[in-house]
């Protein structure tokens, strides 16, 4: 299968950064996310910082690695899982026992029970989330620290408290006549712990990008607007296509008093959109919608909720990952399929479909640079660590946040998350 590295070296020249071609350990401890496409992104305070792989796995070539990483799998057997996020390169998905997105992950874990490690192949959010689920007697690795998530960083504890603190000094906490309080607040899946726990305490919730329009009904029953976080596109796009105007969907800008709002603007709000987004996502144009279509005519195109509205409006089909997946697959041999997400996910979506013609959006090799972070050096350090006994780069949650996450967490499977939530768009 071709991996991001392969098509570095064929064709550097497309590559949002030519760094792309070493290892992740050459950027693991510069300063911001390093190469890919939240390159220019700033690493907020405080965040997972990086750590350096010891020299010896970063010297080691790719049969050395997969000898080592295949011997710890046998050696550790059914006390061991790995899962692989979507968007993780092919190195590293051929290793993993299970491949989702970040909630099929966490269960996908419950269903090994035996496992006493889980090794998350993924970011940092969803080792945590991972943590949030697993039986107490498993643990959780991230095999490479600096795996966060850019957009998970953008909403911070501190920041949405205080933004919390002034809804709340607006708007009170009693219900109307309704029966609905002033604000729920929404945290996406692709959040720390502590926001999880935050809307637990405050009678909120989780959403994924699967089922963010079955949780914004449920937050509208009870709340007479919802402080979305921290994608501000998936909450406009998911929003607008319940009807929600713009007009009723101001951004807060946590640097800014009030978020950047007059009172006026946010008493008239339904959904308050924090200043998030995906630097991957955010990547995908109108103007590469029209190029494809000029290219292929008949082309049909579908973007991940994560891109912007404008894009989301000019596709035919917008969807989760796990949509994507299932839309390539059930397509007619023979379709064409211009697809908005990442660039790892895309490429394999083609590789299991070689009837099909799919292709990403973006013409230039952009992956997600915090999930290109976990290589199978990574991956070989962790395992032979356990084989050792030692225990490498686990992520834990407090008990006291776990709970409080999980109870947002709870209302999200009470809520009856749909299997299958794209639309025509
Ligand atoms: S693709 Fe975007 S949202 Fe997903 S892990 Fe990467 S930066 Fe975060």
Redesign the pocket.
Same mark, same amino acid.
């Given at each position: 299968m071709t991996s991001v590295n392969d098509l570095v070296v064929a064709r550097p020249a497309e590559t949002c950064d030519t760094d792309l071609a070493e290892g992740p350990w050459v950027f693991d401890t510069v300063p911001g996310y390093g190469p890919g496409?939240?390159e220019l992104d700033v690493i907020p305070e405080p965040v997972i910082r990086p750590g350096q792989l010891p020299p010896a796995y970063q010297r080691m070539d790719e049969a050395e690695l997969h000898a080592r990483i295949a011997a710890a799998k046998e050696t550790l057997g059914e006390r061991l899982v790995i899962l692989g996020?979507f968007?993780q390169r092919d190195e590293v998905v051929r290793y993993a026992d299970f491949v989702g997105d970040s909630f099929q992950l966490a269960n996908a874990a419950l269903t090994r029970p035996d496992a006493e490690t889980i090794v998350f192949c993924?970011?940092h959010f969803m080792a945590e989330t991972a943590d949030i689920l697993a039986r107490e007697e498993q643990r959780v690795i991230l095999p490479n620290l600096a795996a966060g998530?850019?957009?998970?960083d953008m909403a911070d504890e501190a920041s949405v408290e205080a933004c919390w603190e002034q809804l709340v000094a607006r708007f009170g906490t009693e219900p109307d006549a309704d029966g609905r309080v002033p604000v729920i607040p929404v945290t996406y899946m692709?959040s720390s712990a502590a926001l999880k726990a935050f809307c637990g305490r405050n009678g909120g919730i989780v959403c994924t990008s699967s089922n963010a329009r079955t949780v914004l009904e449920w937050a509208f029953e009870r709340g007479q607007r919802v402080l979305f976080f921290p994608?501000q596109h998936l909450g406009r796009n998911t929003a607008k296509a319940m009807g929600v105007p713009l007009e009723e969907m101001p951004m807060w800008n946590p640097r800014k008093e009030l978020g950047g709002n007059s009172p006026e603007q946010l008493d008239d709000a339904r959904v308050i959109l924090w200043h998030g987004f +995906? %630097?991957?996502?955010k990547r995908f144009t109108t103007a590469q919608i029209d190029a494809a279509r000029e290219e292929h005519p008949g082309v049909r195109v579908i973007v991940h909720p994560?891109c912007p509205m404008p894009v989301v409006d000019a596709a035919d089909e917008t969807g989760s990952t796990d949509y994507i997946r299932r839309a390539v697959a059930e397509a007619a041999p023979g379709s064409v399929l211009a697809i908005g997400t990442?660039i790892n996910l895309v490429n394999r979506l083609a590789a299991e479909h070689p009837d099909k013609t799919v292709f990403c959006l973006d013409p230039v090799i952009c992956p +997600? %640079?915090?999930?290109y972070r976990i290589h199978p050096g990574y991956l070989a350090w962790v395992l032979d660590g356990l084989v050792e006994g030692e225990v490498r780069n686990e992520i834990t949650v407090d008990e006291h946040v776990a709970r409080d996450a999980r109870v947002a967490l709870e209302r999200m499977l009470a809520a009856l998350p749909q299997p299958l939530t794209g639309a025509r768009a």
């Amino acid at each position: 299968m071709t991996s991001v590295n392969d098509l570095v070296v064929a064709r550097p020249a497309e590559t949002c950064d030519t760094d792309l071609a070493e290892g992740p350990w050459v950027f693991d401890t510069v300063p911001g996310y390093g190469p890919g496409s939240s390159e220019l992104d700033v690493i907020p305070e405080p965040v997972i910082r990086p750590g350096q792989l010891p020299p010896a796995y970063q010297r080691m070539d790719e049969a050395e690695l997969h000898a080592r990483i295949a011997a710890a799998k046998e050696t550790l057997g059914e006390r061991l899982v790995i899962l692989g996020h979507f968007y993780q390169r092919d190195e590293v998905v051929r290793y993993a026992d299970f491949v989702g997105d970040s909630f099929q992950l966490a269960n996908a874990a419950l269903t090994r029970p035996d496992a006493e490690t889980i090794v998350f192949c993924g970011v940092h959010f969803m080792a945590e989330t991972a943590d949030i689920l697993a039986r107490e007697e498993q643990r959780v690795i991230l095999p490479n620290l600096a795996a966060g998530c850019s957009m998970a960083d953008m909403a911070d504890e501190a920041s949405v408290e205080a933004c919390w603190e002034q809804l709340v000094a607006r708007f009170g906490t009693e219900p109307d006549a309704d029966g609905r309080v002033p604000v729920i607040p929404v945290t996406y899946m692709n959040s720390s712990a502590a926001l999880k726990a935050f809307c637990g305490r405050n009678g909120g919730i989780v959403c994924t990008s699967s089922n963010a329009r079955t949780v914004l009904e449920w937050a509208f029953e009870r709340g007479q607007r919802v402080l979305f976080f921290p994608d501000q596109h998936l909450g406009r796009n998911t929003a607008k296509a319940m009807g929600v105007p713009l007009e009723e969907m101001p951004m807060w800008n946590p640097r800014k008093e009030l978020g950047g709002n007059s009172p006026e603007q946010l008493d008239d709000a339904r959904v308050i959109l924090w200043h998030g987004f +995906c %630097s991957v996502h955010k990547r995908f144009t109108t103007a590469q919608i029209d190029a494809a279509r000029e290219e292929h005519p008949g082309v049909r195109v579908i973007v991940h909720p994560e891109c912007p509205m404008p894009v989301v409006d000019a596709a035919d089909e917008t969807g989760s990952t796990d949509y994507i997946r299932r839309a390539v697959a059930e397509a007619a041999p023979g379709s064409v399929l211009a697809i908005g997400t990442e660039i790892n996910l895309v490429n394999r979506l083609a590789a299991e479909h070689p009837d099909k013609t799919v292709f990403c959006l973006d013409p230039v090799i952009c992956p +997600c %640079s915090t999930m290109y972070r976990i290589h199978p050096g990574y991956l070989a350090w962790v395992l032979d660590g356990l084989v050792e006994g030692e225990v490498r780069n686990e992520i834990t949650v407090d008990e006291h946040v776990a709970r409080d996450a999980r109870v947002a967490l709870e209302r999200m499977l009470a809520a009856l998350p749909q299997p299958l939530t794209g639309a025509r768009a």
